[in-house]
């Protein structure tokens, strides 16, 4: 029979996607992650081969639970309330995901993917994070065209000041707590509505237009 596995790679996940939250990848060793998940330093380099192919694992399986709920959020509100909650749900992602797995949020909402991406990341890794972002733009996309029947950048720049920048703004110092208030939350919902309230402006010209 195999041997039983001793040491849990989620938990070093789990361990890892908080002290990055926490501190920064910049910031966390290998000596201080495994002291953290009380396990040897062996450990790391034996369950993934790297401190920073942990680490970009890490902020793969968080940002993967983000999109997934993300997703999840767009979909049921565009087929119970319409585009414009849509556009709202999937700017509220942060602080669903922050009820759930309050260092996951915290993660995506301080640390950007190229803090992670680097020489010494799996190649299996850096292509499943550009399929990660593959899959943001193509919700973006597919909200524009919900909205106003185009996906060019322009319009797509809009649902990105919805969903991206201002959560961001609004979310960001109460995610660094690990939780978001009802208060903010109505507000980030008005925002929203706020923004949207006004179409996007006139399409560029085709060669700078997007269409994913």
């Known amino acids: 029979m195999p041997r039983p596995r001793i040491h849990d790679p989620e938990r070093l996940l789990d361990v890892a996607e908080r002290l990055v939250a926490d501190r ?30 942990l680490v970009g ?5 968080a940002a993967t639970h ?18 414009v909650a849509a556009v709202v749900a999937a700017a509220d992602a942060p602080a669903v995901v922050a009820a759930r797995r309050p260092d996951a949020a915290r993660l995506m909402i301080t640390v950007s993917p190229d ?36 996906g060019d950048g322009v ?3 809009v649902i990105t000041t919805c969903v ?7 979310y960001r110092r109460e995610l660094a707590e ?22 996007p402006p006139k399409r560029r010209s085709s060669r700078t237009a997007t269409t994913v």
Do not use: M
Not at 57 to 61: I, Q, T
Not at 71 to 83: F, K, N, T
Not at 179 to 196: F, K, M, N, Q
């Open 164 to 170: 991206v920048d201002l959560p961001s703004a609004i």
């Open 66 to 83: 983000f999109v997934d709920v993300q997703e999840g959020l767009v979909d049921a509100a565009l087929s119970e309330a319409g585009p």
């Open 24 to 53: 920064g990848p910049e910031e966390v060793t290998a000596r201080g992650l495994a002291l953290a998940a009380g396990v040897p330093n062996s450990v790391i380099y034996h369950s993934f081969g790297s401190l920073p192919a």
């Open 178 to 199: 690990g939780r978001v208030g009802e208060d903010s939350r109505r507000r980030l919902a008005a925002a929203v509505r706020a923004v949207l309230a006004l179409p």
């Open 155 to 157: 319009a797509v720049e």
């Open 57 to 61: 694992r890490a902020w793969l399986r």
């Open 115 to 150: 803090r992670v991406l680097g020489p010494q990341l799996p190649d299996e890794v850096a292509e499943a994070l550009h399929a990660l972002d593959k899959r943001l733009v193509r919700l973006l996309v597919h909200l524009a065209r919900e909205l106003w029947q185009r």
